[in-house]
């Protein structure tokens, strides 16, 4: 058999064009204040639903005493999308530098808050 014979075409296999990343228009791009994701990760209950190149197991910590700001960046002057009332459980999915990054839940509201403002659920 030639190597030419060998090769598989990719149209004939199986599951060609019904698996869940099919290539089939623009993408949809969910709201990322509601929404776990971002375009390097997202929260590993959107595995199999959205594509990126990481999935991350959420790290609950609790919100200290005196609440946190949700905001929509990791930025002092970013906009503020809700306040964390102390003791409210947060989904670490990323911590750079004193920011962390994530959700009160699977379905949001997804934001930064200040690392220092967190502490771990024992």
């Excluded at 014979?5 to 599951?15: F, I, K, L, R, V």
């Excluded at 990481?54 to 002092?76: D, I, K, N």
Aim: charged share 20%; net charge negative; glycine share 10%.
């Amino acid at each position: 058999m030639s190597r030419a014979e060998n090769t598989t075409d990719a149209s004939q296999a199986p599951n060609h064009g019904q698996g869940p990343y099919v290539l089939s228009g623009p993408s949809v791009r969910p709201d990322p204040r509601k929404v776990p994701i971002r375009g390097d990760l997202a929260h590993i209950g959107l595995a199999g639903k959205y594509f990126v190149p990481h999935y991350a197991v959420p790290q609950p910590r609790t919100v200290m005493p005196g609440g946190a700001p949700l905001l929509a960046q990791p930025s002092e002057d970013a906009e503020e999308l809700c306040i964390l009332m102390e003791g409210d459980s947060f989904e670490v999915l990323d911590v750079t530098g004193k920011w962390a990054w994530g959700c009160l839940s699977l379905d949001g509201p997804v934001g930064y808050l200040r690392a220092d403002r967190l502490e771990t659920i024992e």
